[in-house]
């Protein structure tokens, strides 16, 4: 879903160059950072991206403020749909985490319950027609407020989705420490799967270790694959929508397959959305439980 591609400036010879849909997609793809272009490597703890900092910041703040409303406005008398709604979504959660995680789940199912509204709320910002964010920003740059680039989706930035998932990996070594403490935690490291010989201990905990890494790093790069493959395509029917901008006499064609293809792909992608959020939190679920249970 799109409207015109922006033949905004992409850079600071923009005004001089032409418009490509390699440049086009580019600019949408580029996060606002602190060091004015695109990240150099991989790992790189000196870059903070601004966009991705605040749409997740705002999205988590609406997920507890729509959580508090639920709770208070929460009554036994007959139940409106928004009440009908986060209790289905409240009991679903509480289902899912009293089959996996056997123990004390005071806060786990909360937990689960707000990653899982957060994630919605924060995939749900693929669903923004691609070039209204640049709009917008050209709007901002009216009041003198300069923004060279603007990412509106979190779960698109690699960033923000290993953040999410070492986050969850944190919470997996304070649950295993909780519950069989730290000697027991240090004990199973190192002698899970292959026993406790103290000759196995290097190999067990090397094998560990890797797990433990491997499952932040897939948690992490599964949300982000299947947002970041989707955000692709809704830009690739954007420029279905306005090849005559690449100078293509199909304009009426290409207005035609934008609207189609663009709707049909955003219906399908809220099913992307919905399950990309529950798949996060089943795994946020499992790996807490496997902190619980005992080698």
Known sequence: MSSEVNAAATGPNAASEPLTPTAYIAEHLQNLNNIGGPQSSIIDFSVIHFDTMFWTTLMGLVTVFLLMIAARRASPGVPGRFQCLVEMLVEMVETQSKGIVHGDRSYIAPLALFVFCWIILLNTLDLVPVDWVVGVNHFIEGFGVHVPHHKIVPTTDLNATLGLSFSVLLLVFFYSIKVKGLGGFI?????????????????????????????????????????????????????????????????????VGNVLAGSAWAIFHILVILLQAFIFMMLTLVYIGQAHSHH
Not at 189 to 202: D, I
Not at 205 to 219: D, H, R, T
Not at 221 to 237: P, Q, V
């Open 187 to 255: 004990h199973e490291l190192v002698s899970a799967p292959f026993g406790a010989k103290w000759y196995l201990a290097p190999f067990n905990l090397v094998l560990n270790i890797i797990e433990y890494v491997a499952k932040g790093v897939s948690l992490g790069m599964r949300l982000f694959g299947n947002m970041y493959a989707g955000e692709l395509i809704f830009l690739l029917i954007a420029l279905l929508g306005s090849i005559w901008t690449f100078n293509l006499d199909l304009s009426m064609l290409g207005f």
